[in-house]
Nanobody
């Protein structure tokens, strides 16, 4: 069973940066499809960014293009989401996701952007 543990969220002022990370229990970077999602109360979980190293593809939600960057360190089995130019509407719980034989989720990390 693949386990994902997010960390690095917190309180940030508008215009600032944050870099949540996702520690992965197994070496699956090259075979799984990886992503960051976010969710706010009363709304559905939405895709923020997706990366597949095998296909060489990266996808971003329109709302974060040019501000967020998804990346990973296979030597440390860690996925990152570099978030710059944060806005109050980016406030959400951010979840790491991995898709292989099934979908796996982390427990989420709260990111709060103050205006």
């Amino acid at each position: 069973q693949v386990q994902l543990v997010e960390s690095g969220g917190g309180l940030v002022q508008a215009g600032g940066s944050s870099r949540p990370s996702c520690a992965v229990s197994e070496r699956t970077f090259s075979t799984f499809d990886w992503g960051w999602y976010r969710q706010t109360p009363g709304k559905e979980r939405e895709l923020v960014a997706n990366i597949n190293w095998r296909r060489g593809t990266i996808i971003y939600a329109d709302s974060v293009k040019g501000r967020f960057t998804i990346s990973g360190d296979s030597t440390k089995n860690t996925l990152f989401l570099q978030m710059n130019g944060l806005k109050p509407e980016d406030t959400a719980i951010y979840y790491c996701s991995a898709v292989g034989p099934q979908r796996y989720w982390g427990q989420g990390t709260q990111v709060t952007v103050s205006s």
